[in-house]
């Protein structure tokens, strides 16, 4: 079962990857332990596999680099589920294979290291005893997530063409 992490309104890409390290850190594996270090100090070590994180309105507002989805990704993190979420970030997130879903009912009544239950299939997230559901994804975007993120994607795309 996933724990969740949560977080407040407006956590931006600076708090979710630190700007400092946006030109001197370039690996994948190696954004993972820096992700959220302002925040929440103690996230990269105790997130696990599979942990989702729960944040209000506006999340991952600010640049639009990469880096914040990918190291959140990068610590194993499954999904995200906000109020709402800056434009760029959606997409960034989409495009890594991250999940980002909006249900603001459940973020009300989520705390911190509640088990949350996400099935994809059925579009519904369990937590403290009631279901969510959410709307379905475009075949493209779940296809995009079940392959694990665009890159993967535009292979898989290129291969059935030839």
Do not use: W
């Amino acid at each position: 079962m996933s724990k969740i992490f949560k977080y407040a309104d407006d956590v931006n890409t600076d708090v979710i990857f630190p700007g400092k390290y946006t030109y001197t850190i370039t690996e994948r594996k190696d954004m993972a332990p820096h992700a959220l270090e302002d925040l929440d100090p103690e996230f990269v070590k105790t997130v696990k596999p599979g942990d989702v994180i729960v944040a209000g309105n506006n999340f991952g507002c600010g640049s639009s680099r990469e880096q914040a989805p990918i190291a959140i990704k990068e610590c194993g993190v499954s999904a995200i589920i906000a109020k709402s979420f800056a434009r760029i970030f959606f997409r960034n997130a989409i495009n890594e294979g991250l999940l980002a879903l909006t249900i603001p009912d459940l973020v009300d009544i989520a705390e911190k290291g509640d088990e949350i239950e996400i099935d994809t299939e059925k579009s519904q997230v369990k937590c403290r005893g009631k279901v969510f559901t959410y709307p379905p994804f475009a075949p493209e975007v779940a296809e995009i997530l079940r392959l694990g993120g665009l890159v993967e994607y535009t292979k898989q795309k290129l291969k059935s063409q030839v």
